[in-house]
């Protein structure tokens, strides 16, 4: 299975840009990257997902890169509500609907 | 639009009685999805169903557990004489097809068996 490396924490200030970084080295032609996040105490939340070029929605953009080994989450003005983990995942055929979270990363906002 | 709905959000119980959850997917999605999270660890699939078929029903623990799906709409997901060791957040996700098709949480029902 195709697996994703993200740092385990990250903090940000209120207002500001943050770029989430996830590393997908062994992708495959036919994987998906998926974004969720999950806030304390409920269920995951999809973000964003993405198969080669940028995706741009109300709530994040995801820039992939040019070989697709490495994407990053960018929320442009992180908020308070901001503050999850959230998880890369790869996502594609045959029993990849089984999704798998990794540890995640852990983003903190101050005020 | 109404998204995925759980009922009930909180369930406690004691050990030995069954329990239902029930998962309302949102309307038109054909794949619907169990999962559950025990506390700080990550997704465990359970089963998913294509319409009211489920083709994969490899993650459910034990015979204990079963689910069904009516209608291609409303699941529930039976566990049966309960053990402590049952005590997680049941997820319950639907998508509008399946593979790479996003999958939409609902908010989890919580489930304590004493």
């Known amino acids: 299975d195709a697996k994703t490396t993200q740092p385990n924490s990250m903090e940000s200030n209120e207002e500001e840009p943050v770029h989430l970084p996830c590393n997908h080295s062994?992708?495959?032609?036919?994987?998906?990257i998926h974004w969720y996040r999950q806030l304390p105490s409920q269920g995951p939340e999809y973000v964003i997902h993405?198969?080669?070029s940028n995706v741009n929605n109300r709530m994040a953009s995801l820039a992939i890169a040019e070989d697709r080994k490495s994407s990053t989450l960018i929320l442009h003005r992180a908020t308070l509500r901001d503050a999850a983990v959230y998880y890369c995942?790869?996502?594609?055929?045959?029993?990849?609907?089984?999704?798998?979270f990794g540890k995640g990363t852990l983003l903190t906002v101050n005020p | 639009g109404a998204g995925v709905s759980q009922s009930p959000s909180n369930k406690v119980t004691e050990k030995g009685k069954d329990v239902e959850l029930r998962c309302d997917p949102i309307?038109?999605?054909?794949?619907l999805y169990w999962y559950r999270q025990s506390l700080g660890q990550g997704l465990e699939f359970l089963i998913y169903f294509q319409g009211n078929s489920a083709p994969d029903k490899s993650g459910l623990p034990s015979d204990r557990f079963s689910a069904e799906r009516t209608g291609g709409s409303v699941s529930t997901l039976t566990i049966q004489r309960t053990q402590q060791e049952d005590s997680a957040v049941y997820l319950c996700?639907?998508?509008?097809?399946?593979?790479?098709?996003?999958?939409?949480f609902g908010p989890g029902t919580r489930l304590l068996v004493l």
């Open positions: 996700a639907s998508s509008l097809g399946y593979h790479q098709e996003t999958q939409y």
């Open positions: 995942i790869l996502t594609g055929g045959g029993s990849n609907y089984k999704l798998t």
């Open positions: 309307s038109g999605h054909t794949a």
């Open positions: 062994t992708i495959s032609g036919t994987d998906y």
């Open positions: 993405g198969l080669t």
